[in-house]
């Protein structure tokens, strides 16, 4: 058993059976077996059931959403946004099905084509921050292609993808088709990252475990996904509208309480109005209301542990300039006010690590070469944002920053139709739209001679 506590009141909500090293190997067996049965079933049943899922997902929303809420502490209202996006990608998933396909390439001497198919048993290892949305990110695609799915989600925030098992037990499938394991990444975890029956990890967590987990699955040569850490930036050009840019950027760092792989945790403003911004960055920080997630007028929940609090505190260094407009709430919870931090040193560990909480760095930059320069200046990759009315400027800064999703006036990343994913140590491999169908398929070329 494994005690799961609600960060926003410190209870102790549900108490999961952790699953043995011993069971693994069983584990992998009924997928492979299941892999087998699916792939081999006709397109129409594989479609049918992913938009069973989808169905049986929409019709226990509020349940989805109420767990997620009490296990991670986000706002409901974040909640059921991101449940309805679960149930959306077992649509966009089930609709992918029977428009992959490869190519016919002009050869001589014959016809040449590829084929895309199933990699086989596909293990997803998920985190804590987003636990149900990017779990199904990597799970509805992984069984289009025709794969088995064992998820392992974060031993803090099982809860969710507990609840989707259930789900799944409602459709018709394949037994051991999608089979859910829980326990610490260093033995549950580890042990499928090194077994010879998966053919593919799908990891979202740090760079840290990201590295750990390459070296794991070398050994079986396995496929992989990594999704990892970022340290992202939002880029305020003097002619942006000032206003709209301090409002979303509010939301980009501080929201899920900055536990976000793509919080504009840096946000570099240009020198001439970088006063008048951070006023107005204040300014809307101050209407970000922390405290009951339950409440649907909260922006901004607790924290999801004990240890990972202190670590985010740690690095309000006291010799830096650091405002905090609003305050958190007092009483048992992981809670933390929203705070910014102007003008710090470029080089202070506050710039250049990803900190996962409700803390932002406001830099000065002067021209456009060098808010590129500043942006890149991280060995993160993930997102980043740009705000002016400037298109050709949009397009210049959009082409030199180093990372796999940008938005212009905008501060969104993840779109269910769009490739998501990172550039150097933020990971590769891409999430979402038809790019995720070539990460869950093995290619293969056929030429017959003619
Ligand atoms: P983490 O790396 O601590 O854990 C992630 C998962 O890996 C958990 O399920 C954990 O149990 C498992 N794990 C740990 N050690 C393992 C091992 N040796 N073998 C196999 N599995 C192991 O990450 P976290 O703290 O849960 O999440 C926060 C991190 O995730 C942040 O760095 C954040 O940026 C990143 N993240 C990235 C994305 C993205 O899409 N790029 C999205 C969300 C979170």
């Known amino acids: 058993m494994s005690q799961i506590v609600n960060p926003s009141n410190l209870e102790v909500i549900a108490e999961p059976t952790v699953t043995p090293v011993e069971r693994i190997?069983?584990?992998?067996?009924?997928?492979?077996?299941?892999?087998?049965?699916?792939?081999?079933?006709?397109?129409?049943?594989?479609?049918?059931?992913?938009?069973?899922?989808?169905?049986?997902?929409?019709?226990?929303?509020?349940?989805?959403?109420?767990?997620?809420?009490?296990?991670?502490?986000?706002?409901?209202?974040d909640s059921r946004g991101e449940v309805a996006?679960?149930?959306?990608?077992?649509?966009?998933y089930a609709g992918a099905i029977d428009k992959s396909f490869g190519d016919t390439i002009p050869v001589d001497g014959g016809l040449d084509f590829t084929v895309r198919?199933?990699?086989?048993?596909?293990?997803?290892?998920?985190?804590?921050?987003?636990?149900?949305?990017?779990?199904a990110w990597n799970i509805a695609p992984?069984?289009?292609?025709?794969?088995?799915?064992?998820?392992?989600?974060?031993?803090?925030?099982p809860l969710s993808v507990l609840e989707l098992e259930r789900i799944f037990a409602q459709v018709d499938l394949p037994d051991g088709l999608f089979q859910v394991v829980h326990g610490p990444g260093s033995t549950v975890g580890a042990a499928l990252t090194e077994h010879p029956g998966v053919g593919k990890i799908s990891f979202t967590g740090s760079t840290q475990t990201?590295?750990?987990?390459?070296?794991?699955?070398?050994?079986?040569?396995k496929r992989l996904t990594l999704e990892l850490g970022g340290k992202s930036a939002a880029v305020?050009?003097?002619?942006?509208?000032?206003?709209?840019?301090?409002?979303?950027?509010?939301?980009?760092?501080?929201?899920?309480?900055?536990?976000?792989?793509?919080?504009?945790?840096?946000?570099?403003?240009?020198?001439?109005?970088?006063?008048?911004?951070?006023?107005?960055?204040?300014?809307?920080?101050?209407?970000?209301?922390v405290g009951d997630p339950l409440d649907s007028t909260t922006a901004m929940g607790p924290l999801v542990s004990a240890p990972h609090l202190d670590k985010v505190r740690s690095f309000l260094d006291p010799a830096l300039d650091i405002v905090a407009p609003v305050p958190g709430p007092s009483g048992p919870g992981h809670w933390m006010a929203p705070h910014l931090v102007l003008d710090p040193p470029r080089e202070h560990r506050i710039v250049r690590e990803e900190i996962f909480g409700p803390v932002v760095a406001v830099l000065p930059f002067d021209d456009e070469q060098d808010a590129i320069a500043l942006a890149n200046d991280t060995i993160f990759g993930l997102s980043g944002s740009i705000w002016t009315r400037d298109l050709g400027r949009a397009i210049r800064v959009a082409?030199?920053?180093?990372?796999?999703?940008?938005?212009?006036?905008?501060?969104?990343?993840?779109?269910?139709?769009?490739p998501f994913g990172g550039f150097k140590q933020s990971g590769f491999g891409r999430e979402l739209g038809m790019a995720a169908m070539d990460g869950y398929t093995e290619l293969k070329n056929v030429f017959i001679s003619t």
């Not at 992984?142 to 925030?157: F, H, M, Q, S, Y």
């Not at 940008?406 to 501060?411: Q, R």
């Open 236 to 289: 305020v050009f003097a002619d942006a509208d000032l206003e709209r840019a301090a409002s979303a950027s509010t939301g980009a760092v501080f929201g899920n309480s900055g536990q976000d792989c793509c919080a504009r945790s840096r946000v570099l403003v240009q020198r001439d109005v970088y006063d008048e911004f951070v006023a107005l960055f204040v300014a809307a920080t101050s209407t970000f209301t």
């Open 85 to 92: 996006m679960v149930a959306d990608t077992f649509d966009y």
């Open 25 to 77: 190997d069983e584990v992998v067996e009924r997928a492979t077996r299941a892999q087998r049965q699916w792939a081999g079933l006709p397109q129409r049943r594989r479609i049918e059931a992913l938009r069973r899922l989808a169905e049986l997902i929409r019709a226990d929303a509020e349940t989805l959403a109420q767990v997620e809420t009490a296990n991670v502490g986000k706002p409901i209202g």
């Open 399 to 418: 082409r030199g920053l180093e990372s796999g999703s940008i938005s212009v006036n905008s501060s969104t990343s993840v779109r269910l139709q769009t």
């Open 117 to 135: 198919e199933p990699i086989g048993v596909v293990t997803v290892i998920a985190p804590w921050n987003f636990p149900l949305v990017i779990a």
């Open 142 to 157: 992984a069984l289009a292609c025709g794969n088995a799915v064992i998820v392992k989600p974060a031993e803090l925030t």
């Open 210 to 221: 990201g590295q750990t987990i390459m070296r794991a699955s070398a050994g079986t040569m």
